[in-house]
């Protein structure tokens, strides 16, 4: 073997193995209140996704996210424990809801939170992507996003 072969595949290793090793993964989020509702769709690459599907409006637009910003994303997702039950609510209806789909390796687990209602971490979740939809500048696209899991978690049967 001659030395630049030596180099090229002592490069390739260094490089191969300092590869983040991230799986593939898909959440869907969906904010509803009286007021305003929408979808937020990202995975574990740099677009996300702000799609309003309702009998109102309809509109797909997307963006651009930091790497520090996806980097933080795909460690909260990621770390979450979801609980056994998908469903959290109290007795009012008109407040806000987060609902979470996350697509991973052929594994679906999902969340609905009601009303302050539900685990903590996902409330925290929610107001962090609240605030990256705020922060970030959408553009149209004309593509339509697969919301099909979500909306059959959301638009459903609503008892455990």
Same mark, same amino acid.
């Given at each position: 073997?001659?030395?630049?072969?030596?180099?090229?595949?002592?490069?390739?290793?260094?490089?191969?193995?300092?590869?983040?090793?991230?799986?593939?993964?898909?959440?869907?989020?969906? $904010?509803? /209140?009286?007021?305003? =509702?929408?979808? +937020?769709?990202? !995975?574990?690459?740099?677009?996300?996704?702000?799609? #309003?599907?309702?009998?109102?409006?309809?509109?797909?637009?997307?963006?651009?996210?930091?790497?520090?910003?996806?980097?933080?994303?795909?460690?909260?997702?990621?770390?979450?424990?979801?609980?056994?039950?998908? $469903?959290? /609510?109290?007795?009012? =209806?008109?407040? +806000?809801?987060? !609902?979470?789909?996350?697509?991973?390796?052929?594994? #679906?687990?999902?969340?609905?939170?009601?009303?302050?209602?539900?685990?903590?971490?996902?409330?925290?979740?929610?107001?962090?992507?609240?605030?990256?939809?705020?922060?970030?500048?959408?553009?149209?696209?004309?593509?339509?996003?697969?919301?099909?899991?979500?909306?059959?978690?959301?638009?459903?049967?609503?008892?455990?």
């Amino acid at each position: 073997m001659t030395k630049s072969t030596i180099i090229i595949m002592f490069t390739s290793i260094i490089f191969y193995g300092c590869n983040s090793k991230s799986s593939d993964f898909s959440l869907t989020f969906y $904010r509803w /209140s009286i007021h305003e =509702d929408y979808y +937020l769709k990202l !995975n574990n690459y740099d677009t996300i996704l702000y799609i #309003i599907d309702n009998p109102i409006e309809k509109m797909t637009r997307y963006a651009l996210i930091s790497e520090d910003d996806r980097e933080l994303l795909q460690s909260k997702i990621q770390d979450f424990n979801f609980p056994k039950t998908e $469903r959290f /609510s109290s007795q009012i =209806d008109d407040g +806000l809801s987060y !609902n979470f789909v996350y697509e991973s390796d052929k594994q #679906i687990k999902r969340l609905s939170n009601h009303v302050n209602s539900g685990p903590k971490e996902f409330w925290e979740l929610g107001k962090l992507l609240e605030s990256l939809k705020a922060k970030y500048h959408f553009q149209e696209i004309k593509k339509d996003a697969n919301l099909k899991e979500m909306n059959n978690f959301i638009f459903t049967n609503t008892s455990d």
